[in-house]
C-alpha cells in the first residue's frame, strides 16, 4: 500500500513538471492561469496524501491553505487583472518555444543531478521528488526570464512559489505553520502589490512590456 | 523454434496485412460520424486497391529504376514492421530482429526512398512533400527513439519482444516515465502517419499536403502498394502503441489458448484505438507547416523527461 501511494505522489510530481514545462511553452495568457491553477491543484493532492500517508494533520491545513489560496482566490484575481488591462492577446516570448524547451530540459538534468545525493540523506517517503521539485523552480525560473510581459512573470514567480511548497513537502514535511502562513499571507499581498504595479506600468507606458522599464530617460 | 511459434509469426504477418485496410476504414467511418457525415463503407479501403490493382500502369517519362522498386521496397518495409512487432504473441521466430532501433531503422529505410522517388520524377509538388516529410522524420525519429529507450529502460533490453513481456508481467504499479513515454508516442505517431494535427489524410491536391504529395505521380498497382503501406503503417504503429502501453492479452510462449484469445483482444484494442484516433483528429484543426517542430519537440522532451524520470526516481 505504501510502495502504491509512494508511486502516486511521483505520479502527481510528474504532472507537476509536466504543467511546469508547458507553462514554459504556453504562447496564450488565459491558459497560462488555467495551467497554474491546475498546477495548484495538482499540489494540493500531493500535499494532502504526504499527509495522510505519515500522519502529519498540518500538512492538511497547508492543503486548505494551498487550495484556497492557489486554486481559487488568486487565479481569479488573476483573471480580473487580465480582464481589467484586457491582455489576452499572446504572449511574446524572447527565445523562440523549442529552444526554451531544450534549455529546459538541460536545466531538468542538472536540478535532478543536483537533488540527488540530498534525497540519499533524508528519509521521508517523497525524497525522490526532490529533483522534480528543484526543476519546477528552476523551469518557473526561466520562464520569468524568457517572458517580456508582466503578467506571465508574475505567473512565473507564482509557480516559483509553488515549486519551493513542493520541495518543502517533498524533504522534511513542509515548513512549520508560522512559516507557511507567513509565506502565504506574503504571496497574498505580493500579488496585490504586483496588480497595482501593473497598472502603473500600463499607466506610464502604455503597454505592459516591462523592457521599458529599462530606460531611465524618456525619449 | 516450435509450430506454434512459426504459426503464430504467420498469423500476425497475415492479420496485419488483411486487418490494416480495414482499420483505415473504421477510422474513416468514426470521422465521418463525428462530423454529422453518412459513414463510407468498412471495406471501402479494399475496393480502393481492388480497383487500383487491376488499373493500368502510367509512368512519367523520365521515371527512373529507383521510381519504380519503391513501391515494393516500401511495402516490404512496412510488412516487416508489422511483423517484428510482437502485437499477438511474444514468441516469434523473427524476435532476433525485432529490435527497437531496428523497427526505427525500417521506417527511416521507408521514408528516404519514397522521398527519393518523389524527388525522382521531377515535379515541383513531389519535391515540396519529400522535403516536408524529411523534415518531420528527422524530428520524429529521435522522439520515437526516445520512448522507446524509456520503455527498455524497464526491461533492460531494445529487444521489442523482451520489453512487451516484462510489461505485460510486471505487478500494479504506476509508471509516470509510461505516461510521458506514451502522450509522446501519441503525437509522434500522428505526425508520422500523416494525421491531422500535422497532415490532413483527407486532402488530395492542396497545398498543404505532405503524404499525398509524395505519392501523387504514382498511378495503377504502385499506387495501390504505396496506399496499402500506408495503411500498414498506420497499423503497424498502432500496435506498437498498444504493445507498449497495453500489453494485456499479449500471449507468451507455448500456450495456444493464450493465442486464441490475443486475437480478440488484439482487434477490440484496435477498435478502440482507432475510434480514439478519430476523436483526436476531429477535436483539432491542422498546425502551420512551421509551428510542426514545435509539435515535436514537445514530443521530444516528453520522451526525454519520461527516460529521466525512470532514472532518476529509480522507478
Redesign the interface.
Known sequence: MT??IS??I??L???L??LA?SML?QRRILSLIYLYTMQGATLVAATAIVGFVTNQPHLYFSAAITLVLKVILIPSLLHRVIDRLNVRWDVEMLIN??MT??I??VM??FS?YLA?PISQMSSTIAR??L??ALACILLSFMMMITRSKAVPQVIGFLSMENGLFFAATAATYGMPMVVELGIALDVLVGILILGVFMFHIREQFDSLDIRHLEKLKED | MNFLGYFSQLLEIVLALLLAPLLIGWVNQWRAWLQNKSAPSLFLPYRKLHKLFNKELVLAQHASPLYRVTPYIVFGCMALASAIIPSLSTDLPLSPASDAIALVGLFALARVFISLAAMDVGTAFGTMGARREMLIGFLAEPALLMVLFSASLLSKSTSLTTIVDTLAHRDL??Y??L??AGVAFTMVSLAENARIPVDNPATHLELTMIHEALTLEYSGRHLALLEWAASLKLFAYSCAGLALFFPWGIADAQSPLALLLALPALIFKLALGGALLAILESVSAKMRIFRV??FL??AF??A??GM??NI????
Open positions: 510502495a502504491f508511486q502516486f511521483n505520479l510530481a510528474a504532472i513538471l509536466m514545462f511553452a518555444i523549442p524547451m531544450l529546459g530540459i531538468v538534468m535532478f540527488q525522490g521528488t529533483g522534480i | 504499479a504506476i509516470p516515465s505516461a510521458f517542430p514545435e519537440a514537445t522532451l516528453l526525454v523527461i529521466l524520470v532518476l526516481l529509480g522507478i
